[in-house]
């Protein structure tokens, strides 16, 4: 809870109030433990202690428990028996204002990006692609920034890969080899993201970054999603909410070390930010917890062992909570001996041993002073919730969702003109052309075409007749000099020059006939 004499109240322990220092809040922190040891209520109380602070804060529900705290707590046995440890008498439960959002839109408003705004690196990494495949996705997003098309959807990118494939000889000298089987296996990467349900994530409207900073009566607006589902799909959970944290860095201008952060980010299974995560993302993301406290923005990380964090990043969580950890196994010890060293020793106790004593709602405490240096760890007990505790229903949830302020802002999809829309136009536009110049060069050898034929046609005819007349006048020749030289003009002779002269008629006119014909069931064919 938060107060002006003991600020954000977190846990209390043999020395009094353990109070998160306001100005500190930004240098992050981190939830870990066990499952079942208490991490979700410790979050709990946390964002809604920032709440009052009138700090909005963004937070991950993974089984849906955390939509209570849009719901007033009540009293119960458990907590009437705590109220003395905490030194309070009348607790004041009350909710906090909440606005729901869920990736697929189900559970909440919708939140897209668009694939410009993810970019290639993040896309890569959410694909699974490898360094050549990478490569070539920087190739295609490169060059639609060069044509002016914008990829706002999966079907945008997919028609720009295609285009790419196809132009890819245009483009090798200035950018390398493009292969037909890298951009194949790029798509065949798209289709299976597609089919796990993420391409509701990617269009428009995109999500507005300024949304996650409300502030309603005072209080901080709880921003909570829907993550059930999205758990489902890792590296689409933990890109999405990189992508946020990057947008955050990008969009918000530098405010330095504030009374109290302008945002406070919980980022759960934070293991996942960090598994199979390249090199040159994995710097990108420590540049971005490193920087964007400066923006008046606090992460903190929850997850099962501070191993699970990479030790540039863990080094820069300053605020702790540590609940029980269990030592089974070789592993598991190292574990607790690694989480314990993260702590500045208390000599009241040994830290490690601590760890794994720890009973659920308690936790291992270190937040930074006024002068950012870490407190000594204390063994305290974490506050309960004010809100309730567990998940809200169907209805409770719907009521809410209708009742708030950005409602129908992102519900509905729009289908911009994008690149799909314009690679499209310009294929029907070649096509269209391509068929009128076809359309064009036929009419022009169409006419050409019948001439030569005809002129051949005329070719053949000419040359029969002139064979035939060839033949005729030989034959009468040979049988005037036959006649010339026997001195006798038969009657057998003349017959035989007149059945040369009727074949040779003959064979002409049969050549003639069958090329008229021939022609005629030609030109009738088509």
């Known amino acids: 809870m938060y107060d002006k004499e003991r600020g954000l109240y977190i846990a209390h322990c043999a020395n009094g109030a353990l109070s998160i220092t306001g100005k500190m809040a930004n240098r992050h922190g981190l939830i870990a433990g066990a499952t079942g040891t208490g991490k979700t209520v410790t979050l709990q109380v946390m964002a809604e202690t920032f709440c009052q602070a009138g700090v909005p804060c963004f937070m991950a529900d993974m089984k849906g428990d955390l939509s209570g705290i849009s719901q007033t707590g009540k009293m119960s046995g458990f907590i009437e028996k705590r109220l003395p440890e905490f030194g309070i008498e009348n607790p004041v439960f009350q909710n906090c204002p909440v606005r729901f959002y869920d990736v697929f839109g189900e559970q909440g408003h919708p939140m897209r990006a668009t694939i410009s705004q993810m970019g ?36 945008d990118l997919r028609s720009m890969l295609d285009w790419v494939s196809k132009h890819a000889k245009e483009y090798t000298t200035k950018y390398g080899n493009i292969s037909i089987q890298t951009i ?34 005072g209080k901080g607006v709880m921003s909570v999603l829907a993550a059930d589902k999205l758990m489902m799909q890792p590296k689409l959970y933990s890109t999405f909410l990189l992508w946020l944290l990057s947008e955050l860095y990008s969009t918000l201008p530098e405010v330095g070390d504030l009374p109290l952060p302008k945002l406070v980010f919980f980022f759960d299974e934070a293991h996942m930010l960090f598994t199979d995560t390249s090199k040159a993302l994995l710097d990108k993301i420590e540049q971005v917890i490193r920087l964007i406290r400066s923006k008046g923005v606090g992460i903190y990380f929850i997850t099962q062992s501070p191993t699970d964090i990479p030790e540039n990043i863990l080094g820069q969580l300053g ?17 607790v001996k690694t989480a314990a060293d993260t702590f500045r020793a208390n000599p009241d106790f040994k830290t490690d041993e601590a ?32 809100s309730q505790i567990g998940a809200v229903t169907e209805g409770q949830r719907l009521d809410i969702i209708k009742q708030s302020r950005i409602y129908g802002k992102y519900d509905t999809p729009v289908d911009r003109e994008s690149a799909f829309e314009v690679l499209m136009a310009e294929a029907e536009k070649q096509l269209a052309e391509r068929e009128s110049q076809e359309a064009a060069s036929e009419a022009t050898e169409k006419p050409a075409k019948a001439e030569k034929k005809k ?22 020749l040979g049988t005037y000099i036959s006649d010339k030289v026997t001195g006798k003009k038969t009657k057998s002779s003349t017959s035989s020059t007149g059945r040369v002269v009727k ?13 008229l014909t021939r022609d005629i069931l030609g030109n009738l064919t088509k």
Request: aromatic share 6%; glycine share 6%; hydrophobic share 45%.
């Open 120 to 155: 290639p690196q993040l896309l890569s990494r959410l694909l699974q692609l490898n360094e050549t495949q990478d490569g070539v996705l920087n190739i295609v997003f490169r060059i639609a920034d060069e044509r002016g098309v914008l990829l706002d959807d999966l079907k």
């Open 184 to 217: 194949g296996a790029i798509q065949r990467s798209l289709l299976q993201l597609e089919n796990q349900g993420a391409d509701h994530f990617f269009g428009l409207p995109s999500f507005d970054i300024q949304d996650l900073l409300a502030v309603e009566g």
């Open 319 to 335: 605020n702790r909570v540590q609940h029980a950890l269990r030592a089974y196994t070789p592993k598991d010890q190292k574990a």
């Open 355 to 386: 760890i794994m004593n720890l009973e659920t709602g308690e936790a291992l405490v270190s937040f930074l002073d006024e002068k950012g240096a870490p407190s000594i760890v204390e063994r305290a007990k974490i506050l309960f919730p004010l």
């Open 455 to 476: 002129a051949g046609m005329m070719s053949k005819v000419w040359k029969a007749v002139l064979t035939a007349v060839t033949s005729t006048l030989a034959t009468i």
């Open 503 to 515: 074949n040779a008629t003959s064979a002409a006119t049969r050549t003639i006939t069958k090329e």
